[in-house]
């Protein structure tokens, strides 16, 4: 979040009151600002420097990037100033300075606004802040002056109507702010090359085939935004009236910060929080407006939805006075008892909803004066998918028989997915990519093989042998599902050494059905199996024959003679739910595996 710097003596002068440093940060906290540092105790200070408070802001209360925005909410908020007045001067249009804009514009920084503040009274302070709150707005909502950069003019030094072009770099000479010398737009390029402050702002334009432009009726250049300001109109202490332009590439960046630069500082002219607009001419596009808009928006915001998000019982009128705490202009509304009509100044760009005057009640309020209530009647007890309890069950088996967990990506290419393992795509298996990125991705894997597979061939300089796992998702077509495709939760393992391990990846495969109280099945019981909880005393006519075996299977993917099928059979139904074995040699040499490697994969979702 941004901070800002202020003169302690100056904004407790400006506040009527002179807090201790424990009683300011209650303030601040209270209304939701933070002091960050009090200078005043701090002996690296300069004893001619008064001391600062650094004071964090929140990052969407542009409004409040200055000593003036600070000021004015906190007396608000105490009680010490009502919500300013802010008002346009009502100068005919044709009457109005004007800035006619040229459609060549729209292909470097389509959007512009004006405003001008008359009979300002500048002190050094002032002064500071003013160029600060530029400087402040430029780094946080302007984005380094990529959206929107404001060029400030001394009016007295130019003359309107203006006007708003672009031209090549060549074709634009004037003597930038506090040099001598006059420059072209490709001079003034290489001189601002290696300016610590300005050269970072250069690429914005640098590339375009035009540069943006502002010159006045006597095509005196005033600006070249975003980079500079021309010497000539700059301003300065004696300034009094203070043409203000701003370019953009985002037309709703460039109202906020029109609104926000006129708004805080159009008190120090003579007519308090009252500004002179300017019309803007832009014909090409259609956009042709008077501007600042300085629009106060009205919303009507339900009294039970403030009361029941803070917990409170206030009257309509209780939570206008409560708004009128954080620069808001409340009443309740006289056609429906149970509405509020909000209206939200023109500098609280960040109010975009309800839930955004709910939270400024909440602060009016106090948040230590909240009502303290128990959320159990709209909340729940987390728990984990049972899903997961299987899987954490499988994962912490595996570790504590020596094998490592990984976590390949679930996107592979078609051919590790299919020709590589010698399978087929029968196109009813496999979700595809529209359009990949690269064949790396063009598949969501049907199998978590492929993931091991590439794991191992990465890890080859690895001591052997190997043993991974990995316990995650496949996805699958489903055209039952809404979704025309659905996850399926598996498990699988891969043993790469100097021997094949396919005695290591059947006992892992027991160890972990073991522990999942399913019972292996065998063929002296004639496929009769016993609970894994097999008791002497039980009736063997009773036993209902549930568990596991396995069948030898015969499929490409596998060395013949070394794979079988895992099948489960739970209340009398029988399913496959994996398979294991050695991979064939043809499907080492696709992964680029020099070693025997045995694998398993079994689907999890059957034990739920």
Same mark, same amino acid.
């Given at each position: 979040? +941004?901070?800002? /710097?202020?003169?302690?003596?100056?904004?407790? &002068?400006?506040?009527?009151?002179?807090?201790?440093?424990?009683?300011?940060?209650?303030?601040?906290?209270?209304?939701?600002?933070?002091?960050?540092?009090?200078?005043?105790?701090?002996?690296?200070?300069?004893?001619? !420097?008064? +001391?600062?408070?650094?004071?964090?802001? $929140?990052? %969407?209360?542009?409004?409040?990037?200055?000593?003036?925005?600070i000021a004015m909410y906190l007396n608000i908020?105490?009680?010490?100033?009502?919500?300013?007045?802010?008002? @346009?001067?009502?100068?005919?249009?044709?009457?109005?300075?004007?800035?006619?804009?040229?459609?060549?514009?729209?292909?470097?920084?389509?959007?512009?606004?004006?405003? *001008? @503040?008359? %009979? *300002?009274?500048f002190t050094p302070e002032r002064y500071e802040?003013?160029?600060?709150?530029?400087?402040?707005?430029?780094?946080?909502?302007?984005? !380094?002056?990529?959206?929107?950069?404001?060029?400030?003019?001394?009016?007295?030094?130019?003359?309107?109507?203006?006007?708003? &072009?672009?031209?090549?770099?060549?074709?634009?000479?004037?003597?930038?702010?506090?040099?001598?010398?006059?420059?072209?737009?490709?001079?003034?390029?290489?001189?601002?090359?290696?300016?610590?402050?300005?050269?970072?702002?250069?690429?914005?334009?640098?590339?375009?085939?035009?540069?943006?432009?502002?010159?006045?009726?006597?095509?005196?250049?005033?600006?070249? $935004?975003?980079?500079?300001?021309?010497?000539?109109?700059?301003?300065?202490?004696?300034?009094?009236?203070?043409?203000?332009?701003?370019?953009?590439?985002? !037309?709703?960046? @460039?109202?906020?910060?029109?609104?926000?630069?006129?708004?805080?500082?159009?008190?120090?002219?003579?007519?308090?929080?009252?500004?002179?607009?300017?019309? #803007?001419?832009?014909?090409?596009?259609?956009?042709?407006?008077?501007? $600042?808009?300085?629009?106060?928006?009205?919303?009507?915001?339900?009294?039970?939805?403030?009361?029941?998000?803070?917990?409170?019982?206030?009257?309509?009128?209780?939570?206008?006075?409560?708004?009128?705490?954080?620069?808001?202009?409340?009443?309740?509304?006289?056609?429906?008892?149970?509405?509020?009509?909000?209206?939200?100044?023109?500098?609280?760009?960040?109010?975009?909803?309800?839930?955004?005057?709910?939270?400024?009640?909440?602060?009016?309020?106090?948040?230590?004066? @909240?009502?303290?209530?128990?959320?159990?009647?709209?909340?729940?007890?987390?728990? +984990?998918?049972?899903?997961?309890?299987?899987?954490?069950?499988?994962?912490?088996?595996?570790?504590?028989?020596?094998?490592?967990?990984?976590? +390949?990506?679930?996107?592979?290419?078609?051919?590790?997915?299919?020709?590589?393992? /010698?399978?087929?795509?029968?196109?009813?298996?496999?979700?595809?990519?529209?359009? $990949?990125?690269?064949?790396?991705? !063009?598949?969501?894997?049907?199998?978590?093989?492929?993931?091991?597979?590439?794991?191992?061939?990465?890890?080859?300089?690895?001591?052997?042998?190997?043993?991974?796992?990995?316990?995650?998702?496949?996805?699958?077509?489903?055209?039952?599902?809404?979704?025309?495709?659905?996850?399926?939760?598996?498990?699988?393992?891969?043993?790469?050494?100097?021997?094949?391990?396919?005695?290591?990846?059947?006992?892992?495969?027991?160890?972990?059905?073991?522990?999942?109280?399913?019972?292996?099945?065998?063929?002296?019981?004639?496929?009769?199996?016993?609970?894994?909880?097999?008791?002497?005393?039980?009736?063997?006519?009773?036993?209902?024959?549930?568990?596991?075996?396995?069948? &030898? #299977?015969?499929?490409?993917?596998?060395?013949?003679?070394?794979?079988?099928? *895992?099948?489960?059979?739970?209340?009398?139904?029988?399913?496959?739910?994996?398979?294991?074995?050695?991979?064939?040699?043809?499907?080492?040499?696709?992964?680029?595996?020099?070693?025997?490697?045995?694998?398993?994969?079994?689907?999890?979702?059957?034990?739920?």
């Amino acid at each position: 979040m +941004p901070t800002i /710097n202020v003169d302690k003596y100056r904004l407790f &002068e400006e506040l009527g009151e002179q807090f201790t440093p424990d009683t300011f940060q209650q303030l601040c906290f209270e209304f939701g600002i933070e002091l960050d540092k009090d200078t005043e105790e701090d002996e690296t200070r300069p004893k001619d !420097q008064a +001391p600062e408070l650094a004071i964090e802001i $929140p990052a %969407n209360r542009y409004d409040m990037l200055c000593f003036e925005g600070i000021a004015m909410y906190l007396n608000i908020f105490r009680g010490k100033q009502s919500t300013p007045d802010f008002k @346009l001067l009502d100068i005919p249009e044709d009457k109005m300075q004007r800035i006619t804009v040229s459609p060549e514009t729209e292909k470097v920084r389509p959007y512009v606004a004006g405003a *001008i @503040l008359r %009979n *300002i009274k500048f002190t050094p302070e002032r002064y500071e802040s003013f160029i600060g709150l530029q400087d402040k707005l430029h780094q946080n909502l302007a984005r !380094q002056r990529t959206l929107v950069s404001i060029g400030t003019h001394d009016l007295d030094t130019i003359q309107g109507p203006f006007t708003y &072009e672009a031209l090549a770099p060549k074709d634009i000479n004037f003597v930038p702010l506090n040099q001598t010398k006059k420059m072209d737009g490709e001079e003034l390029m290489q001189f601002y090359e290696a300016d610590k402050h300005l050269g970072r702002y250069l690429h914005i334009i640098r590339d375009k085939p035009v540069y943006p432009v502002i010159f006045d009726a006597n095509k005196t250049v005033c600006s070249l $935004p975003p980079i500079i300001n021309s010497d000539h109109s700059k301003i300065t202490l004696d300034t009094k009236n203070v043409f203000i332009e701003i370019t953009a590439t985002d !037309q709703t960046k @460039l109202d906020i910060v029109c609104n926000i630069m006129v708004a805080m500082f159009s008190k120090y002219c003579d007519e308090p929080f009252t500004i002179e607009p300017v019309k #803007i001419v832009s014909e090409h596009n259609g956009t042709t407006r008077v501007t $600042p808009s300085l629009h106060t928006r009205v919303m009507d915001v339900e009294v039970d939805y403030l009361n029941q998000c803070c917990g409170l019982q206030e009257s309509p009128e209780s939570l206008c006075k409560l708004l009128g705490k954080m620069a808001y202009t409340a009443v309740p509304d006289k056609e429906a008892a149970k509405l509020i009509k909000v209206s939200v100044p023109p500098t609280r760009a960040d109010v975009l909803h309800a839930c955004d005057v709910m939270e400024d009640v909440a602060i009016a309020y106090g948040y230590n004066n @909240l009502p303290r209530t128990s959320p159990n009647q709209a909340s729940t007890i987390g728990k +984990p998918l049972m899903i997961n309890k299987v899987s954490d069950i499988v994962r912490n088996e595996c570790a504590m028989a020596g094998w490592i967990e990984v976590m +390949p990506l679930i996107l592979c290419s078609h051919e590790e997915n299919f020709e590589w393992l /010698n399978r087929v795509d029968d196109g009813q298996t496999a979700v595809k990519l529209a359009n $990949p990125k690269s064949v790396e991705y !063009q598949v969501v894997r049907t199998s978590l093989l492929p993931g091991l597979l590439k794991t191992l061939r990465e890890n080859k300089s690895v001591r052997l042998p190997l043993k991974i796992t990995e316990v995650a998702d496949i996805a699958l077509k489903d055209e039952t599902k809404e979704r025309k495709a659905r996850n399926e939760r598996h498990f699988a393992a891969a043993f790469y050494g100097k021997t094949s391990g396919f005695e290591v990846v059947h006992g892992l495969l027991d160890r972990i059905l073991s522990m999942l109280r399913v019972s292996f099945v065998t063929h002296e019981e004639d496929l009769h199996g016993k609970s894994i909880d097999y008791k002497v005393a039980e009736n063997p006519s009773e036993e209902k024959g549930n568990g596991y075996f396995i069948k &030898e #299977i015969d499929e490409p993917t596998f060395f013949q003679g070394r794979a079988a099928a *895992i099948y489960l059979r739970l209340g009398g139904e029988t399913k496959r739910i994996g398979e294991f074995g050695v991979l064939h040699p043809t499907v080492l040499e696709k992964f680029d595996l020099r070693y025997p490697v045995s694998v398993l994969e079994v689907n999890l979702e059957v034990f739920l």
